[in-house]
């Protein structure tokens, strides 16, 4: 026990002894020596004689008392001493038991160990021993051998020949592919669909496409989709990989709906839809998504000037919004205040720009600015944008709406008040071009129904998956394959007026030149004689 930072020392034995050796001797000396008797007696015969009997026996008593006290304090501190002693005794004793005691328990609980890991050891060698009897009784059962001898005591077979036909077993084991488990789910529809009897008008309202254009989609994707067959399961066919996608892409449905649709788990479906996208992306959209070369590009100025009678015009070009769940950053951005406005509820979105050859078919996209963003911002972020910058589009109009600027390249409609009728005249022809891109948006969404609703899809991935449906869309405009009346979409994007509208002299006087000629020509629905 701690008694404090500056604990008072005990005497020891030899202390005690020094003391009482000490005073011992004092008592000593004070009777042997007379003549400090006489002389103390003769004084105090003198001081009795003058001042009475009591002087000496005064000093008797104090002489006896003063010895008696220091004897009693020795003995006092010795029995303190044998106290203490006793005290650490047994306090040593105490600690020698516990350690005897927890040194038991340790030894104990290592025996008990070590005879649970001999247990183990003989159950696995028991197992062991069954498990290679077990094979060489099938090796005998599927060879007809009854050469097969045991060891006396021993379970375990003893002949070499046993040993190499366990081995040969193991062997062919080990060539047949093994299985993992997976949930057992129902094909059935798949199967149905996939079945070359399957009618042809329910597999296009299935997929929005022919078998025909199906079976084109799977050829040019066989090589970049294909996936091999391993030891715990067999691949999926590249035909049903591609209809999860078209599926997921054609009617929006969750993945839970596509997953028990197709007989595959969630997660599976989800990964199928993004690698099929991104295997369009890569081997389709450069086939059937791309700018047009300059014998293409006359072609489509001869369309277009058959329909508006405006010279030189290479496109039209539309941008319009897909709705998206509210993305963890940069929230503001993709809000969509006209939507919210429209609709009553808040709404989120990404823009896509694309611009369109007089059938309709994609020749430009623009995928995933934010919702936020004007028309002539995404413009102006657009490839396009850079591709007018190099001169790539010289002696070309691209027909646009209100939303965009009017620059060399780019022909917008008049946008001010108290038009002239020349002027009412030329926004008439701009707007039939304008309406050639609008319809070929509204049949994209239309058709991909996924892009009329908020999709699972990560903002990240999202735009993979909307340049897949761009391409697909191509593929059916120039297969010819017809929007039934139900896919029908009414499609709305708020126009809001260009804040910079008139970025170019030149295309100012050039627009004003086009609308003269098309009234003076008879192009404008009038004409003068």
Not at 279 to 290: D, G, S, W
């Amino acid at each position: 026990m701690e008694i404090g930072p500056n604990p008072i020392p005990f005497l020891t034995q030899e202390d005690f002894s020094h003391f009482y050796n000490l005073f011992h001797d004092m008592d000593s000396n004070l009777n042997l020596n007379p003549n400090n008797n006489n002389k103390k007696r003769h004084r105090n015969n003198g001081d009795d004689e003058g001042g009475g009997g009591g002087g000496r026996k005064k000093k008797g008593n104090s002489d006896g008392s003063s010895s008696s006290d220091v004897k009693e304090i020795l003995s006092s501190i010795l029995l303190l001493d044998e106290e203490e002693k006793q005290e650490q005794h047994e306090r040593f004793v105490e600690s020698e038991q516990h350690r005897d005691i927890i040194n038991s328990s340790y030894h104990q609980q290592v025996r008990a160990m070590n005879d649970h890991d001999q247990l183990d050891e003989l159950g696995s060698m028991r197992a062991k021993r069954a498990h290679r009897s077990a094979l060489t009784y099938a090796v005998a059962a599927v060879t007809g051998s009854d050469d097969i001898s045991f060891n006396h005591g021993s379970a375990e077979p003893s002949t070499d020949s046993a040993e190499l036909k366990t081995d040969t077993l193991l062997q062919l084991q080990h060539q047949q592919p093994r299985r993992l488990w997976v949930k057992d789910r129902s094909k059935d529809w798949w199967d149905r669909c996939n079945h070359p009897d399957f009618p042809e008008e329910e597999f296009r309202q299935c997929f929005r496409m022919s078998k025909a254009t199906f079976n084109m989609i799977c050829d040019e994707l066989d090589s970049a989709v294909t996936k091999k067959n391993t030891m715990l399961r067999d691949a999926i066919p590249v035909r049903q990989r591609v209809a999860v996608c078209i599926w997921r892409l054609a009617t929006g449905d969750p993945l839970r709906l596509v997953s028990k649709r197709f007989g595959l788990g969630i997660s599976t479906c989800h990964k199928l839809v993004l690698e099929v996208c991104s295997a369009i992306r890569t081997v389709l959209m450069p086939k059937f998504l791309n700018w047009p070369d300059e014998q293409k590009m006359n072609r489509i100025k001869e369309e277009f000037e058959g329909i508006s009678g405006i010279p030189n015009v290479g496109g039209a070009m539309y941008t319009t919004h897909v709705p998206i769940i509210a993305p963890k950053i940069s929230v503001a951005a993709y809000f969509n205040k006209r939507h919210t406005e429209r609709n009553q509820k808040t709404s989120y979105s990404i823009t896509v720009q694309g611009v369109v050859d007089a059938k309709g078919v994609f020749s430009d996209v623009c995928i995933g600015w934010p919702g936020s963003m004007p028309d002539e911002q995404v413009l102006e972020n657009s490839v396009l944008f850079k591709r007018a910058q190099r001169g790539t589009l010289k002696d070309v109009w691209i027909i646009g709406n209100s939303g965009h600027p009017l620059m060399d390249w780019v022909l917008v409609p008049y946008t001010h008040r108290n038009m002239t009728w020349t002027q009412h005249a030329f926004n008439e022809k701009v707007g039939d071009v304008q309406k050639i891109a609008k319809e070929a948006f509204a049949r994209l969404k239309g058709r991909w129904s996924c892009l009329q609703k908020r999709t699972e899809v990560k903002l990240q991935d999202l735009p993979v998956v909307l340049g897949a449906c761009c391409v697909l869309h191509n593929i059916c405009e120039m297969r010819n394959e017809g929007m039934d009346p139900e896919w029908k979409y009414e499609l709305f994007d708020d126009e809001i007026v260009a804040e910079n509208g008139v970025r170019s002299a030149n295309a100012l006087q050039a627009r004003d030149t086009i609308a003269h000629f098309l009234l003076h020509h008879g192009r404008a629905g009038t004409s003068f004689v």
